[in-house]
C-alpha cells in the first residue's frame, strides 16, 4: 500500500528515527555547534581512556551519541549540549525528549545526559543532591532503606519545580555534566584537549620521548661541571637544544609562499605558491581586494586540501618574504582548532618560533577604546606592536568616509623592534588579542572588523591562526601615504 500525504502536506511521524526534525535539529539549524563541537572533541581523549567505549555518533539523534561494548553486550548514552545556562522549563522540555528518545528506542540508552555550562540557581541543589544521593548509594547497599529520607527530600524538590512526571526517568537515566564554559572559547578548549590527551598514556609517551633527550644532556652538563657554578643561560640553552633535538625529529611539512621575492630557500619544498607577480616591494604594490579574494586565497585553500588529501602531518615549515595580510591569511586557512603548527624563522631571533610554543603568563598587554560614529557596523581594530600607527589608522579610516563605531587599539606593554620577545610573547598576545575582540564585537553585538596590524611577521600568522568564530575581517596593508585593503577574512 502506498503511504498517503496527510491534509497540510505534512509526512506521517516515524517515532525513534533519525531523519525526524528533533534528531537533525542539530544538523540543520547549528545554533550552539561550535560549542558542541568543541565539546565532543575535548571529550574524546577522555572516552578514550574507557576500555569499553566503541562509537561516536556526532549529530545524531540529538547531539552526541556513545556506544559502549562491555563482555559483548552494547550500551548507549546519549548527550544533550547547551550552550548556555539551563533554566527549569528547558531541562523539562529536555526531559521530555529524553524519555520519548527512551520509550521510542527501549532498552537502547542507559544514560541520558544533559551537558553545559552551568545551571541555573533553582536546579542547582537538584544537581548536588542527585549526585550525593548516587553516591551514596555504594555504601549502603546492604541497607537500601537508610538512604529513603535523601530520596524523599530528593523527589520532593523535583515535585517543586513541577517535575513529578519524570521523578522515575531522572534516578535511573539522567545525567548531568556541568561546567563547560570554557567551551565557548577555541583557545581554552584547545587547552583542555592538551591536558586530557596528555593524560592518555599513549600520547604522554610520545611528548615523554620528545623531551627525554633533556635529562641525559643535564647529566652529562652537571656531571662535567662538578664544582663550577653554572648560570642561568647555559642551563636554559642546555635545556632548549635537547628538546629542540627531539622536535627536530618531527615530520614537518615545508611550505613556501613567496611574495616580495622569488627565491630558493634552506630546506625543500613540498609546497610552494608563487604570488611575486603580484608584489612590488619599492613600491608596496599589493594585489587588489577582489585578486586576494578570488585568486590567492582559493589558492591557498587549495594547498591545505591537498595537503590533508595527502599528508598526515600538521607541523607546517614556513619560508617565504611575505606581506603581512599573507600572515594573517595564512594562518586563518591553517588554524590552530585544525591542530596546525608553525614553524617560522622571525629575525633576529636565533630559534624559529613555533605558534604551538607555550604562551608566556602571566601576559600584559594595553586595550584602548576610542569612539566612532554610534551608527558605524564595525570596528577598526589596530595592532600596535613595532609602533604607534593610532594617527596613520584614524586619519586613513577618516579619509574613506566610512566611520566604525569604536576604534580599539591593542598593544603589548612596550612597542618596538623588540616587544615581542619570543614565540611564547607571540601566542599569548594572538589569543589575547581574539579573546579581547570576540568580547568587544558581542557587547556592541557587531560582526566586522577592519584590522590594522604593524608588527611582526610570525605574529601576523599565529594571530590568524587565533582569529575565529568572530565574523567578517577585512585585512589592511600600509602603502605611504595611507593604506590599501587586501583579502577578507569570513572566520
Known amino acids: 500500500m502506498t503511504a498517503k500525504k496527510k491534509s497540510g502536506g505534512k509526512t506521517a511521524a516515524y517515532p525513534g528515527s533519525l531523519l525526524s526534525p528533533a534528531a537533525m535539529g542539530g544538523i540543520i539549524a547549528g545554533e550552539g555547534f561550535d560549542f558542541q563541537t568543541r565539546y565532543a572533541v575535548c571529550g574524546i581523549p577522555r572516552w578514550l581512556l574507557e576500555e569499553a567505549f566503541y562509537q561516536l ?16 553486550k552494547s550500551s548507549r548514552t546519549h548527550i544533550q549540549v547547551k550552550d548556555h545556562d539551563v533554566q527549569p522549563g528547558e531541562l523539562k522540555a529536555v526531559l521530555e525528549q529524553f524519555s520519548t528518545i527512551d520509550a521510542e528506542k527501549p532498552g537502547t540508552y542507559k544514560w541520558f545526559t544533559i551537558v553545559c555550562p552551568s545551571l541555573s540557581p533553582t536546579l542547582r541543589p537538584i544537581e548536588a543532591g542527585l549526585a550525593r544521593f548516587r553516591g551514596a548509594q555504594a555504601f549502603y547497599d546492604d541497607d537500601p532503606g537508610a538512604l529513603e529520607p535523601t530520596k524523599q527530600e530528593l523527589d520532593e524538590r523535583l515535585r517543586g519545580l ?10 535511573s537515566k539522567l545525567l548531568f555534566d556541568v561546567g563547560h564554559g570554557d567551551m565557548h572559547h577555541d583557545d581554552r578548549a584547545v587547552a583542555h584537549f592538551v591536558d586530557r590527551l596528555l593524560s592518555h598514556p599513549d600520547y604522554a609517551e610520545k611528548v615523554r620521548a620528545m623531551v627525554l633527550p633533556a635529562f641525559s644532556e643535564t647529566m652529562r652538563m652537571i656531571g662535567a661541571r662538578k664544582g663550577n657554578v653554572i648560570d642561568r643561560a647555559e642551563m636554559e640553552k642546555i635545556l632548549a637544544d635537547a628538546v629542540t633535538a627531539g622536535i627536530a625529529s618531527e615530520k614537518k611539512i ?28 619599492p613600491t608596496r604594490g599589493v594585489p587588489s581586494s577582489e585578486q586576494w579574494d578570488k585568486k590567492l586565497i582559493p589558492q591557498l585553500e587549495a594547498v591545505k586540501k591537498e595537503i590533508l588529501k595527502g599528508r598526515k602531518e600538521r607541523l607546517i615549515q614556513f619560508r617565504g618574504k611575505c606581506a603581512l595580510s599573507s600572515g594573517v591569511a595564512l594562518g586563518a586557512v591553517f588554524p590552530t582548532v585544525g591542530g596546525w603548527a608553525f614553524e617560522i624563522p622571525q629575525p633576529p631571533a636565533k630559534e624559529h618560533w613555533r605558534s604551538d610554543a607555550s604562551p608566556t603568563h602571566p601576559y600584559e598587554m594595553t586595550v584602548e577604546e576610542l569612539e566612532g560614529n554610534p551608527d558605524g557596523t564595525d570596528i577598526v581594530l589596530g595592532l600596535n606592536i613595532r609602533g604607534d600607527g593610532r594617527q596613520d589608522v584614524v586619519k586613513y579610516v577618516e579619509s574613506t568616509g566610512h566611520l566604525p563605531k569604536k576604534y580599539v587599539f591593542i598593544s603589548p606593554p612596550l612597542q618596538g623592534a623588540q616587544s615581542i620577545r619570543g614565540a611564547g610573547d607571540a601566542v599569548a598576545f594572538a589569543r589575547a588579542v581574539r579573546e579581547n575582540l570576540g568580547q568587544i564585537l558581542k557587547a556592541y553585538n557587531l560582526r566586522k572588523t577592519r584590522l590594522f596590524f604593524y608588527g611582526p611577521f610570525a605574529l601576523a600568522v599565529f594571530l590568524g591562526q587565533h582569529l575565529t568564530s568572530v565574523g567578517e ?15 577578507s577574512l569570513r572566520t
Open 254 to 281: 615545508t611550505l613556501w609562499l613567496q611574495n616580495w621575492t622569488s627565491e630558493t630557500f634552506d630546506v625543500p619544498a613540498d609546497y610552494s605558491l608563487d604570488w611575486s607577480s603580484q608584489f612590488n616591494r
Open 162 to 171: 513541577g517535575l513529578d512526571d519524570y521523578i522515575d526517568f531522572i534516578h
Open 57 to 72: 555518533l556526532f549529530e545524531g539523534t540529538g547531539d552526541i551519541d556513545i556506544r559502549y561494548i562491555e563482555d559483548g
Open 473 to 487: 575581517i577585512q585585512l589592511f596593508e600600509y602603502k605611504d601615504p595611507g593604506y590599501v585593503p587586501s583579502c
